[in-house]
């Protein structure tokens, strides 16, 4: 008996479409007929009716109306039959729960059946029902259901409670039934139940411990010494899928010495020959968070954990090797040199999905250094010639980053400017956006590569990337290319042909440069481009325009020192990802994360946790004081990061003498032709560290009315309280503390556009804060969102905090603040403050 | 907390749904909706297993002609739910004999609610062992249509072994003949560049085992790697007896393998599960034994010709032979008109695939064959340039030959009745990804 075909019905079929009215009705007839018949057959069809109604129900055709009748038919010893009404009965009671009453009856009977299989079942049942009023009725089943003979019925009802707790925490607390789980879970011989209610546990008391310090004690006990021992030392009892769970668990466990490091490591080391893709990846989290304070240790276990992985990662689907391969990928990003042999492996298979090809791909760009570069360029030029638009541009990409990131480049030019003679459009693209990289970081090149980019025709260049990028370079090198002038002057001509802006602005900047060095060739291009810009509807590119001719008609030495100042290499180009992230990312080893590149609590959705939400997060977050220092270090790593980054910024802004107002632009400019490069947030975050030790906030005012920016002035006068300049707070109390107090304010402020724009980096916002007295506890979020915890002390009381919770959406300018007080009547004073250092962001 | 999903739904090629289930509230009832819109009926389907739509989650891979789709809210462990889709796949498998595709679901679809319910508990995977799933969820599906004979009631000891200590091996099984079968399959992959040097090479395989022993055996593999016979010399302080030793990379087990074993004596013991399983799988990257060497050359000639011609040799031994083997030389799309010339096999031009097609049924070791084709393609104003040589592939079979040398030495039974078995071992190595550059 198959589910009806649907083929008849539209192409794109709505589940909920009321098909088959008419066979409903029948059906219902049918039941009813059959319910009270005792006749012998009865059963079997009894069963046929049942698979009808489930297929029916599968497809999507309501047949909720059938329910008394499936509930009256449900009084039967056949097994399967049962199974099938249970089914029907868990999927539509709640939307009927007066009729759900009329099952409790014979679910309870079922729960005190001889047959232990009809126990379990029935209790399951009764558990899935989900209405709210029927809960009376699951505590008695679900307490003999845990002290059941049966192991069965335990496991069922282990994993029962936690039902009952998503139906009504109240309920569940109320009936004692955490505890009742936690001896089951110490004691019982039953390896699945044990695990069932290490499940139940975990969520119960991860969801509880926002309101109740027991709950919070309860969970540090799941992590205490003994509880993992015992669960360890029979990890072989549980089943495959109960130990990823021991083993989450126990990633979790902080030992108390290195012995007790190598004690469990050595217990678990077979574990990394299961067959099982989860067990391993699971054990391998539980090596990499033992070790995470022990660096040579650490290291060993990467190299331990090698062979695993890329077994795992050559068998299987390709669905499970790609799970796998991301976490491989991980480790890779984090210790490229200890995988730099292996690159091999990392090789693409003509056949394989581009979603493999792209990790391997960046994998093979991590890894390579001095000794095997050649093969691996080699290799990604292959790869160039993909079918594979995608991946071949990803190809010439990775060979650009190899470039960007090794000393001896001749080679890798001299592949690159190959590329520029395929002749294939987006391989021309993608290696043009390359080469001015490559330029800007080893200029010593530009002899060899303006020959051949010299000859490439514009016209054959259409993507805006592209484009800038070749503008850029005739801009940049004019003086070494005989026609440059000739050929911005044709690309002004088409001006408005020109769609994209970015293009335009580059168009604008070149042309200048271009100026400075031959003059009069130029002259009349120049003209034409700034009158069309000057037309520009575009905000920026008019702005440009105007800017340059205000500043020629000022001074055009001047203008010369301000749009092309003598520029030095750039060193070291920005990563996009702040190591804070990629810190959190490793914490959650072994999930979605990993996969998605982002910590978890960008992609989960919130909406569904309710008030639970903020202490979880938060746990991840700052899992006591040690990993706060860590992530304090790595803001500090990254900071002289940037500061190597930005030494060239910073000279240039340096070599324009003392004038307030255009040497305040100058590092602007720089900007917007930086982006290109995906370095904005750098560049940005200079602006604000250069200019923060010398000017005060009153200063930047005035510079806004220099300017004219016709900015609202937002900036008002400090209120009264005085903040502590250091306070301390440990992350566990200010967990604590979020968890007690009450949100004494909440509010949504508008930011400054000079704020968002400066926000490109959480960092940037610590820093603003900090110079306020108001210190970050907890920071995360990509662009355009991020979140942050900040707290803050009373000068004059060193017993009343501040907390607050600030999330930041960067493109729609908004900023939601949550605060809480312990003094609750200082909390507006405090609120002012903190908008008022709000609002002067981006502009310190 | 390592969820492994809040629903599943399989679904046909069309979108259909075949079977949903429900395990967690904390996702909608439309997600097949949102997975249809954003993923099945866009360029997404394919570009990447894992996909995010609005707060959710969707995992998702092709079985034959079914998707099956887990969807979870929370951070899920995504190994964990694939290995759990590719678990309960073959657990379908060992229920319905066979095939898993849309008509085995259309007509089993109850057994699958049945076992849904029992693999997984509000998204915590609980026991998915056919062996022990087989004792209580007796339902055959429809190859032996319902009786009216009241079902068997599970043995009483049924649920006791559910979640017992040995969960893969029911106790007093009793055969007559006691046999086990060795299976030791190798899939040879490589890269080979068009000069003729290996980029990449490796071997993985596996050791099936099918086992029809009574009672409760054990067993002891016995294979010529080299850490094994090391260790076993130096057990018996006796001098390794000459003979290939291989070096295994990495190896995985079966969870009945004991591990703890395995890792002090380097003997691989177990109490096997009752039929068919997956004893261990392997992977080597040195001293690999390629079976075949392809040397081609192809020629441009001019605008519109090509001229093809492919060597392949044989370099296992002369008294082995390969089966079924395919050699696949990619020609560019215009390709209009084809000749061949062929030692052995035959030849033909496939245009769905642009591929040059030669196949030869039996290949014996220590041979060569050679096919030559004259290519005309049709003269364009496309770019000649356009045409990027995608490898040539190659696919066989060579039974009784392995790529890694890899042999069993032995397999002994232990059974406390002491009867006799039969074992049987069998050698087979296939193309994985057999990719030669040109």
Known sequence: MAPPVQSSRSPSPSPSQPSGKSEVSDLKLQLRNLAGSRAPGTDDSKRELFKKVISYMTIGVDVSSLFSEMVMCSATSDVVLKKMCYLYVGNYARGNPDLALLTINFLQKDCRDEDPMIRGLALRSLCTLRVANLVEYLVGPLGSGLKDSSGYVRMVASIGVLKLYHISAAVCIDSDFPSMLKALFLNDTDAQVVANCLSSLQEIWTLEASTS?????????????????????RIKAFSEWAQCLVLDLASKYVPSDSNEIFDIMNLLEDRLQHANGAVVLATIKVFLHLTL?????????????????????????????????????????????????????????????????????????????????????????????????????????????????????????????QFLEMEKDYVTAETLVLVKDLLRKYPQWSHDCIAVVGNISSKNVQEPKAKAALIWMLGEYSQDMLDAPYILESLVDNWDDEHSAEVRLHLLTAVLKCFFRRPPETQK???????????????????????????????????????????????????????????????????????????????????????????????????????????????????SDNDLLLSTTEKEENKVPSNNGSAYSAPDYDVSSASLVAMPGHSESAVLNTNLPTHAPQSSSGIDDLLGLGLPATISSPPPLKLNAKPVLDPGTFQRKWGQLPISLSQEDTLSPH?????????????????????????????????????????????????????????????QIKIKADDGSASAAFSALLRSALSELGMS | MPVAASAIYFLNLRGDVLINRLYRDDVGGNMVDAFRMHIMQTKELGTCPVRQIGGCSFLYMRISNVYIVIVVSSNANVACAFKFVVEAVALFKSYFGGAFDEDAIRNNFVLIYELLDEIMDFGYPQNLSPEILKLYITQEGVRSPFSSKPIDKPVPNATLQVTGAVGWRREGLAYKKNEVFLDIVESVNLLMSSKG?????????????????????????????????????????????????????????????????????????????????????????????????????????GRTRMEVNVKVKSVFGAKMFALGVVVKVPVPKQTAKTNFQVTSGRAKYNAAIDCLVWKIRKFPGQTESTMSAEVELISTMVEKKSWTRPPIQMEFQVPMFTASGLRVRFLKVWEKSGYNTVEWVRYITKAGSYEIRC
């Open chain 1, 213 to 233: 310090e027991e709950a919070v004690r309860e969970k540090e006990a799941l992590l205490s010494k003994p509880v993992i021992y015992h669960l360890l030392n």
């Open chain 1, 293 to 417: 304070s022990m660096n040579d240790v650490h290291q060993q276990v990467y190299e331990r954990m090698k062979a695993p992985l890329l077994t795992l990662v050559s068998t299987g689907s390709p669905e499970q090797s790609y799970a796998v391969l991301s976490h491989l990928h991980l480790l890779v990003m984090r210790a490229p040199i200890l995988f730099s042999s292996d690159y091999k492996h990392f090789y693409c298979q003509y056949n394989e999905p581009s979603y493999v090809k792209k990790l391997k791909l960046e994998m093979l760009t991590a890894v390579a250094n001095e000794s095997n570069t050649y093969e691996i360029v080699t290799e990604l030029c292959e790869y160039a010639a993909n079918v594979d638009v995608p991946i071949a541009r990803e190809s010439i990409r990775a060979v650009g980053k190899i470039a960007l990131q090794q000393y001896d480049v001749n080679a890798i030019v001299d592949r690159l400017l």
């Open chain 1, 525 to 639: 291009a120049l003209g034409a481009a700034l009158a069309a810009g000057l037309a520009d509807s575009h905000q920026d590119v008019h702005d440009r325009a105007l800017f340059y001719y205000r500043l020629l008609q000022y001074d055009v030495s001047l203008a010369e020192r301000v749009v092309d100042p003598p520029k030095q290499a750039v060193s070291v180009f920005a990563d996009t990802q702040s190591s804070e992230i990629k810190d959190r990312i490793f914490d959650e080893f072994n999930s979605l994360s990993i996969l998605y590149q982002k910590p978890s609590y960008m992609f989960t959705d919130k909406e569904h946790r309710g008030p639970f939400e903020f202490t979880e997060e938060l746990g991840s977050l700052s899992v006591g004081e040690e990993s706060a220092d860590n992530v304090i270090q790595s803001r500090r790593f990254e900071a």
């Open chain 1, 755 to 815: 704020g968002t724009a400066a926000l490109t980096t959480p960092q940037v916002l610590l820093r603003h804060m900090q110079s306020h007295s108001i210190q970050c506890i907890a920071s995360g979020g990509q662009a355009p969102n991020f979140k942050f915890f900040f707290f803050a002390q009373k000068a004059d009381d060193t017993a009343a905090f501040f907390l607050v919770e600030c999330l930041i959406n960067t493109s729609s300018a908004k900023a």
């Open chain 2, 197 to 301: 040097s290996v980029l990449r090479c490796d071997v993985t395989g596996k050791i099936l085992m099918k086992c029809f022993l009574s009672g409760m055996p054990d067993l002891k593999l016995g294979l010529n790697d080299k850490i094994g016979l090391e260790k076993e010399s130096q057990l018996k302080s006796r001098p390794n007896k000459s003979g290939k030793t291989i070096e295994l990379d990495d190896v995985t087990f079966h969870q009945c393998v004991n591990l703890t074993r395995f890792n002090s004596e380097k003997t691989v013991s177990f109490v096997p599960p009752d039929g068919e399983f997956e004893l261990m799988k392997y992977r080597i990257t040195e001293g690999v034994n390629l079976p075949f060497r392809v040397l081609p050359t192809i020629k441009e000639l």
